[in-house]
């Protein structure tokens, strides 16, 4: 094997391995993405819910502020 073919057959290799990486690249922003949307969403259902249960104690005048400290304290 002379000096040019070991050049071509490493060149080879690196471009096998850029597109390796490429490819891996590609998923993880894939994937990132995915989760970013999910994040949003339970970002947006845990405010829902916060609305929600302050509804439920203003409708139930339970505010728990006003409750006395267990009986521990």
Request: no cysteine.
């Amino acid at each position: 094997m002379n000096a040019n073919d070991a050049h071509e057959q490493r060149l080879d290799e690196m471009e096998v391995k850029l597109t390796f990486i490429d490819d891996t690249v590609q998923a993880l922003a894939s994937a990132d993405a995915d989760l970013s949307q999910r994040i949003a969403a339970l970002e947006r259902a845990m405010r829902e819910l916060h609305g929600e249960l302050s509804a439920m104690r203003v409708a139930q005048a339970d505010d728990p502020h006003n409750e006395p400290p267990p009986p521990h304290y």
